[in-house]
């Protein structure tokens, strides 16, 4: 049995607490956070965009912390699960890796490309497994991309264009702060980074033009260069001022022998399958594989799984591995600082 402490019960915190209840083998047995109301069972306040309403919870059972480190010290705890803000990842995993726990922390790794590396260096110090949730390749669309690279079931890959916008978040303190959250960029298009260095492997520059607000970058398109010359990617992703459509992302992926198109919009309350996956073969074909389900929950089930087996079989994740996601946020950073400049930059 793996014993799992939650550190942060927001959103995020609850949907991996409801993700756990369905995987065998592991257990939920610590939790902390700051709200004395959350650590109580009285999620009610807890608002996200997918998922159930935050309810009353029966928490029973489960040590209960209102500080770091009576909670770290809780021997029973084998991996923490960091939902806590982007901006107290780095402080969090390292000391909880010094304390000798596995870790599974929420995206973006950190705000700073030199805090991802550091969370990176102390896992591998303490010799222990560090999880980053880049939940995204566990989207059945998504996923069946990354089968297609790794089997080459289309041949060689081309390349491809990835796209995440969303309205403008109002509601959302300390958004576009580049110490708190760290904008679009790390927020939102830390994902499509992650996946493209899944796809692609790691780029050797990127260039990006797009806008800014203040420090951060607000909308933005990037062309990334690989040493491969051949492989053409691009992506676009930030805010728009317009709530109409709250929520957009989808892709076009170029094999030899197949394209591979999505994408998905939220238009007002109403999720739009814009264009349902669809693969583009060479015989004029355009045929629409069937995935499995379409709640968003069962993406966070399918991560933790793949988790908690790779800890369990002691393997390194090749999707969920620090490592890849302190690249993605190197990238992201890269991105960022093309945009200020005003010209391509090496990564
Ligand atoms: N993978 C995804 O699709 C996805 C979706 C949403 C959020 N996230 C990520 O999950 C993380 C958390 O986001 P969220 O939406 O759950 O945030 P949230 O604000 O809903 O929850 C954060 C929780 O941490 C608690 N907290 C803050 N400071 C604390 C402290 N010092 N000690 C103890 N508790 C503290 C807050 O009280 C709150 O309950 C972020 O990194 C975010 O980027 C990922």
Redesign the pocket.
């Given at each position: 049995m793996i014993k799992i402490g939650i550190?942060?019960?927001?959103?995020?915190?609850m949907i991996h607490y409801l993700a756990y209840q369905r995987l065998r083998g592991v257990k939920v047995v610590a939790m902390?956070?700051?709200?004395p109301k959350?650590l109580a069972g009285d999620w009610r306040s807890?608002k996200?965009n997918f998922g159930p309403p935050g309810e009353m919870m029966d928490l029973s059972g489960i040590a209960r912390y209102e500080s770091?480190k009576d909670f770290l010290a809780d021997e029973k705890v084998d991996m923490v699960d960091v939902?806590?803000?982007?901006s107290?990842?780095a402080k969090v995993t390292v000391a909880a890796l010094k304390a000798g726990k596995h870790v599974f922390c929420?995206?973006?790794i950190a705000l700073k490309a030199s805090d991802g590396a550091r969370m990176v260096r102390a896992a591998s110090a303490a010799r222990k497994k560090l999880f980053i949730?880049h939940?995204l390749p566990f989207f059945p669309e998504f996923d069946f991309a990354y089968e297609a690279v790794t089997s080459k079931r289309y041949g060689r890959l081309l390349g491809g264009h990835f796209k995440r916008v969303i309205s403008d978040p109002q509601w959302l303190q300390g958004f576009y702060d580049p110490e708190r959250v760290g904008g679009p960029m790390l927020?939102l298009h830390v994902h499509d980074a992650h996946f493209i260095r899944l796809l692609c492997g790691m780029p050797t520059g990127v260039s990006t033009v797009g806008r800014l607000r203040g420090e951060v970058a607000e909308y933005f398109n990037s062309q990334f260069r690989f040493r491969d010359p051949r492989l053409s990617v691009t992506a676009t992703s930030g805010t728009i001022g317009q709530q109409g459509r709250g929520f957009l992302h989808g892709y076009e992926i170029h094999f030899e022998r197949a394209t591979l198109a999505f994408e998905f919009a939220m238009v007002g309350d109403e999720p739009r399958t814009l264009m349902p996956l669809t693969v583009f073969d060479r015989q004029g074909g355009a045929t629409e594989p069937k995935l499995a389900g379409g709640d968003p929950v069962d993406c966070f089930v399918a991560e933790l799984k793949h988790a908690l087996a790779c800890l369990k079989n002691k393997k390194k994740s090749k999707i969920l591995d620090g490592s890849l996601a302190r690249d993605a946020l190197k990238i992201c950073q890269q991105q960022t600082k093309s945009l200020v400049a005003g010209r391509p930059v090496k990564i």
């Open positions: 550190a942060g019960l927001g959103f995020m915190g902390w956070e700051l709200d959350r807890i996200g770091m939902c806590l803000p982007p107290l990842h929420e995206k973006p949730g939940v927020d």
